[in-house]
Each structure stands twice: as structure tokens, then as C-alpha cells.
């Protein structure tokens, strides 16, 4: 079955500093992955998505997320933090082998705050 | 900017009345999704579907209903609503294809008193 786990319920960062918010998967074949945002009040937003070739995805307002197949990873990162960038952010992972039921699952959400 | 509108954002009803959520998507996607996001901010998929006269349920149990007559629109029913049912409610489209994203609706924050 497949899984997706993001082990911090908050980071907290210094605006300027680096950030990372990590996600771990679980997925029997070859996998689908995907960052969201959510900002107060709203919907969920399209970050970037791994699907195949080069490792590294370079996504919206910055962010990029490195596909780590040994580690079975995708953490989100921004060289530089703005307060702007404090929100939630989920994870999301589709097993393409899965067949049927290859549905979307979603991460529990990290939130990220980040402070001036 | 939202392609993706729903409505209304907010909803106080008493428990026992009959409510419809509405969405609509412009974006002439194919499947529709409706998530359901509790406190603690996790998401529950509750009902989607492929295409017109397509609906089926989701991972988490409910007693909502959904119908898809139309491509753009996919409407959730609570015949009588509870207090167990106050949550924030997120409708999602997609295109067919599995690399697709998500796009989301604002969402409609529920209260059932």
C-alpha cells in the first residue's frame, strides 16, 4: 500500500535562512510526487511535481524539491526564507503502478513558519 | 485567480437541515474531487469523479452524496446535517492523465449546530 509521511508537524526558520520540509514515501512501483501550499482561509495550491528525469524540480515563489529514490524522499526547499512563505504545506504521492488504485494520498501537513 | 469557485465560503446551519455545497470548475477538467479537512488540517477524500454521471466514495466514510450531470459542476448533498459534520470542505479538479495536479477550490467552512 502506498504511504506518504511528513515527520514535523512545524518548522520553524529565520526569515533568510534556508528552509526544508521533508516527505517521506512508500509506494510499490515508480512514483508520482507532488508539493501543495495552504494559506489561511484558502484552498490548496500546486508547488511542483516529480515525475520523471532530472532529480531536482524547480517549482513556484522559489521552491525546489529533490527526488531521493534511494531514500525513497521529496523535501521541499528554499535557500531563503521569506515571512511570506509561512504557511502549510503538504506532500502528496501517486503510485503509477497501483493501477485502479493508484489515488492520490496526501501527507498530514508541516506547518512552516517563519520568523522576521 | 481560482479556476475553481465554491460556495458559499462559510456556512452556519442547524442540525437537521438539508445543505448543498456547490462547485464549479471553468478549467473543463474531468475529475472532480471532494476532501474534507479537519482541525488537525489532514485531508479526507470523500467522493470524486471521472466525467459526467461518474461519482464514486472516497477513503473516509460519509453520509454526503455527490452528482455529476454536468462536466463543470459537482455539488455535495447532506440530506440532514450534524454537528459531526462541521469541517472545512475542499473541492478539487484535475485533468485525466495521473501527472496532473490538483487545483482547489477556497473551500466552504461548515458549522452544524
Known amino acids: 500500500a502506498q504511504s506518504v509521511a511528513q515527520p514535523e508537524d512545524q518548522v520553524n526558520v529565520a526569515e533568510g535562512n534556508p528552509l526544508t520540509v521533508k516527505c517521506t514515501y512508500s509506494?510499490?512501483?515508480?512514483?508520482?510526487l507532488f508539493w501543495y501550499v495552504q494559506y489561511p482561509n484558502r484552498g490548496l495550491q500546486f508547488l511542483l511535481k516529480y515525475i520523471t528525469g532530472d532529480n531536482l524540480v524547480k517549482g513556484s515563489y522559489g521552491f525546489e524539491a529533490e527526488f531521493n529514490k534511494s531514500q525513497t524522499s521529496f523535501h521541499l526547499k528554499k535557500p531563503s526564507a521569506l515571512v511570506s512563505d509561512s504557511a502549510l504545506y503538504f506532500c502528496a504521492v501517486r503510485d503509477m503502478n497501483g493501477g485502479a488504485t493508484n489515488k492520490l494520498i496526501f501527507g498530514t501537513g508541516t506547518l512552516l513558519a517563519v520568523q522576521p | 485567480e481560482a479556476d475553481i469557485y465554491q460556495t458559499p465560503r462559510y456556512l452556519v446551519i442547524g442540525t437537521g437541515k438539508k445543505i448543498t455545497l456547490e462547485c464549479s470548475q471553468t478549467?473543463?477538467?474531468?475529475?472532480m474531487y471532494w476532501y474534507q479537512q479537519d482541525p488537525g488540517m489532514e485531508l479526507h477524500l470523500i467522493h470524486y469523479?471521472?466525467?459526467?454521471?461518474?461519482?464514486e466514495k472516497g477513503d473516509l466514510s460519509s453520509e454526503s452524496t455527490v452528482s455529476r450531470i454536468r462536466t463543470e459542476h459537482f455539488p455535495l448533498t447532506l440530506e440532514s446535517a450534524r454537528p459531526s459534520h462541521t469541517s472545512q470542505y475542499l473541492c478539487a479538479s484535475s485533468e485525466l492523465a495521473s501527472n496532473s495536479p490538483l487545483h482547489f477550490g477556497n473551500g466552504t467552512r461548515l458549522t452544524v449546530t
Open positions: 469523479s471521472y466525467g459526467v454521471n461518474s461519482t
Open positions: 478549467m473543463g477538467h474531468d475529475k
Open positions: 509506494v510499490s512501483g515508480n512514483p508520482y
